[in-house]
């Protein structure tokens, strides 16, 4: 037999062992404690002025719609969870975004301009959610990470804080909104868990989260530049839409500690064989028996 086909022999009676030396991931079972945190985008926003705020827009010939812009931000998560063994987990999670105002435009009219400046504020959104999750295995491809996905519903808080926006001609009024309304919240999530061999249980997770709220509706007001009030109402939300990318890690409780490989003792050594000897016999005159 040929080097090359021995070679190729040879490669084809490892791959076997090479599969089963891969140690199949094991399904949370129990008790598990997660937490993460990452970058957050809140998408554009419209803004409807409504009560008292719609009555000046209207009366100053101005529409009573308008829009925000947000700037990148930051959220994380944490939870509590149980696994059933067979893939499926359930959570409770409280979670937290925060994203800063960039622009806001609209509630413009024949005689007022869309644009704004001085733009300054946060809005932040925070609860609870309970989640429900599934990790599944990709049959026929062996990956290094443990994948899955979950949704989950529950009730987030958006809070406005300090959201103020001036026109843009100098001594024009501005909008100032400073509330927080709670609405029902849903999200998507789709992830993958890497485990930690040198600590059974724990898994750095990767995290693609969709969220999204219902319409709030939160109090505000049109002040003059000297901060009086020229009119009071609320201004309704879109519904929020947020995408999140989170990176965090994961302990389960119940995790089986991986049982020890038992020792083969070395074979003894055979023993070496006795050296060879060599005789001298005598023997009498004319005689061979000894």
Not at 156 to 181: C, H, K, L, M, Q
Request: hydrophobic content about 40%; charged content about 15%.
């Amino acid at each position: 037999m040929s080097f090359r086909k021995a070679l190729m022999a040879a490669t084809v009676l490892a791959m076997p062992a090479t599969a089963m030396a891969q140690a199949p991931f094991q399904p949370v079972t129990g008790l598990y404690i997660a937490g993460g945190a990452g970058v957050n985008w809140l998408m554009d926003r419209d803004l409807e002025a409504r009560g008292g705020n719609r009555g000046y827009f209207n009366g100053i010939n101005a529409n009573s719609y308008g829009e925000s812009r947000q700037e990148t931000g930051w959220g994380g998560a944490a939870s509590l969870g149980y696994g059933f063994g067979n893939g499926v987990r359930a959570e409770i999670e409280g979670s937290y975004r925060e994203n800063a105002v960039d622009k806001v435009g609209g509630f413009g009219g024949p005689t007022t301009t869309r644009a704004f400046r001085a733009v300054d504020g946060d809005i932040r959104q925070y609860g609870v959610m309970a989640n429900a999750f599934y990790d599944f295995v990709i049959p026929g491809i062996p990956l290094p990470v443990q994948p899955y996905v979950g949704a989950g519903a529950g009730y987030i808080w958006t809070e406005y804080d300090g959201v103020r926006a001036t026109r843009a001609p100098a001594g024009a009024n501005s909008i100032f909104i400073d509330d927080t309304d709670g609405r029902f919240a849903y999200q998507g999530i789709a992830g993958a868990a890497y485990p930690i061999a040198a600590v059974p249980g724990l898994a750095v997770t990767l995290e693609y989260r969709y969220m999204g709220t219902l319409e709030p509706k939160l109090n505000g007001r049109v002040v003059r530049p000297n901060g009086s009030l020229v009119s009071t109402g609320d201004f309704k939300a879109d519904p929020a839409e947020n995408h999140s990318v989170f990176l965090g890690l994961r302990y389960a409780f119940n995790t089986p500690r991986p049982v020890p490989v038992a020792t083969v003792a070395p074979a003894a050594p055979a023993a070496a064989p006795a050296p060879a000897r060599t005789y001298l016999v005598f023997f009498d005159f004319d005689r061979a028996d000894l």
